[in-house]
């Protein structure tokens, strides 16, 4: 099973690179965790978003796969607690599903790709710095496959 991330933006900081990384070792070789990063819409004094977001949406969709669980992170999206992920991780492991988690620019997901998801995960109701969310979804996704191996990582 394989778990990537679409995420719109690039050229991260040192420390989400380290971050991501971190987790990355830790999780087991039939579960690597991926990230592809989606350059954004052109954004400035003038701009248009609309066409912003849906030049995003463009470039994601042709990343995604057919076979992928797609997971859409949105704010109003369902919050699930680590042991919530741990099992939705081990029935998409049961399934032989690989995932995609999808993540929006600034302002969101382009419709196109929500519509494609078979679900909507909100992380947080906080505003989280799209930099930050990636190294919580590598944590998250280490916890969640602790949790299932009985590593005593997730006390």
């Known amino acids: 099973m394989k778990i990537r991330l679409l995420a719109v933006g690039s050229r991260m900081p040192a420390w989400v690179e380290a ?28 701009a248009d978003v609309a066409r912003a977001i849906q030049a995003e949406g463009d470039r994601m969709l042709e990343k995604l796969r057919d076979q992928e669980h797609i997971v859409a992170l949105e704010v109003g999206g369902v919050s699930w607690s680590t042991e919530q992920l741990a099992e939705r991780l081990g029935a998409w492991r049961q399934e ?33 710095p799209h930099p930050l969310v990636r190294v919580v979804l590598a944590e998250q996704f280490y916890r969640a496959w602790s949790l299932l191996s009985g590593h005593p990582y997730h006390r």
């Open 19 to 46: 971050g991501v990384e971190e987790y990355r070792k830790r999780l087991p070789r039939e579960m690597p965790f991926e990230i592809v990063e989606i350059a954004p819409g052109a954004r400035g004094k003038n």
């Open 96 to 128: 032989g599903q690989d995932v995609a988690l999808v993540v929006g620019g600034p302002e969101g997901l382009d419709p196109r790709v929500v519509a494609r998801a078979r679900q909507s995960w909100s992380l947080s109701t906080l505003t989280l």
